[in-house]
């Protein structure tokens, strides 16, 4: 595993999307030819599928320095009515461009830090979504929260306007590891969210976990772990500490050398994942594990397991339309993303009814190759011959390699990530991506893959 190790831990994309951001081409995008996509998706979609909504709240109080998403940190609450306003204005420029209401499907609140706001914000800025929309009869709503202050009004609120999933960011329990990622929360804290969240009658409760932050050992992911196991969530997410300070520089706060080794590193992962399939739960697509009752382990068995911007989902919808700063739409011929920055978001938002900043158009290999890495990357699993794929010597030679070193197998037209080759399936994926080594990926632009 060692040798695996030093040969694939090099950058490489998430594949949170095909093509990977870097290498979108429309800059700046053109928005009429936007505006086509989403609409001819949304006409052939919206009735049977319904469509997925992502709201981008980018507010936090304090600044956790491991983080690398798109956030603000500021206390001055007065930001959440005029931001709020403006996710609203953007939403009334796509709903202009629909000849009868949107059924929501899937909704999810992230961040940033939802539960900055305000419940009575929150169920504001919903009120106003759902009225002008139609709800799917199999409507699905989630958030995200920080334990320490999503609050009672938060999780009744949010449940009385249809909300049953909620995640936790846990991260480590660990108090050392906490100090130097500025995320201090205690494990009674958790608890008291989570013991009141399932008493409300949230049906499904995720915690966030992560390896490979600074001064984590074995010990405090064991420690963890156990602790994590006493409060028996649905879902657990073990994610690898992307280690990005020319993205981030909050994350200069420590040394490299505080950070696990790469093969320190993998065992923290090894060391979780062995615990958790101990504790009952099921290892699913990339860092994600499921109680066995959990709808995602029900798909992942059936091969219909989904995965968009938001995650990992049951929710097969092929348009979504991303509010707020940063945040991404996707309607599957065609990516765009908004502004950053919450002032030129809000400006261009109500100037011009939208903010986006850049985009790709997917060719028709794109989409193919789309459909294959994240079939991969849900599923493990792929049949070569559904897709109009070209096999060239070149590819062949990858793959080959692949099998003898154990991280696929393959049967025919099959295509089958092993146990071994699991933690390399982002390596694996990239096989296929006819962008991955054109000059973007000589940038720092990429997390390693282990």
Sequence with gaps: MKDLISKYNVPVPRYTSYPAVPYWKAQPLDVEHWMEQVRSCYHSTNQDQGISLYLHLPFCESLCTYCGCNKRITKNHQVEIPYLSSLLAEWQTYLDH????????????????????????????????????KLHPEFDFGFEGSPNNTTMEHLDTLYQLGFRRLSLGVQDFDLRVQQAINRIQSFKTVEQVVLAAR????????????YGLPFQTLTSIRNTIDQVGKLRPDRIALYGYAHVPWKSPSQRGYSEADLPKDSEKRELYETGKR????????????????????????????????????????????????????????TGTAYAQNHKTVETYQQLVHQQGLALFRGHFLSNRDQVTNKLIRQLICNNLVMLDQYQLEISSELEQHLTCLENEGLIERKGSMLKVTQTGKPFIRNVCSTFDQYYGLPAANEQVFSKAV
């Design 275 to 330: 615990m958790l399939i101990e504790l009952g739960y099921v290892e699913i697509g990339m860092d994600h594990f499921a109680l066995e009752s959990d709808d995602l382990v029900k798909a992942y068995r059936y091969g219909t397991l989904h995965r968009n911007f938001m995650g990992y989902t049951v929710s097969n919808t092929e348009l979504l339309i991303g509010l707020g700063t940063s945040a991404i739409s996707d």
């Design 98 to 133: 629909f000849d009868h209401p949107p059924r929501i499907r899937e909704l999810h609140l992230g961040g940033g830090t939802p539960t900055f706001f305000g419940a009575r914000n929150l169920k504001w800025l919903i009120d106003q979504v759902i009225g002008s929309s």
């Design 199 to 210: 008493a409300m009658g949230y049906g499904s409760i995720n915690l966030d976990l992560i």
